[in-house]
């Protein structure tokens, strides 16, 4: 048996390393935090996911456009 560290790199890649888990291929040593209640599987209680809603509803958020062109000007 040997002992491997790898960097997941996306949440699909995650999943998959989980369900090698599931399927007692390997073992996952260190469980990673999943800050994102959609991708954790676990379940939410009505004030969480109100506390979920009003925190998405109060984020700064920037149009599209404003976003790339954003990312044009430090990418210089």
Known sequence: MKTLTVEVMNENALRLMQNLELNKLIRIIKKPKIDNYSLS????????????????????????????????????
């Open 41 to 76: 599987g676990d379940s939410l209680s009505i004030s969480e996911f109100k506390k979920w809603i009003n925190d998405a509803e109060n984020a700064e958020f920037i149009s599209l456009s404003d976003a790339k062109n954003k990312w044009e000007q430090i990418s210089k």
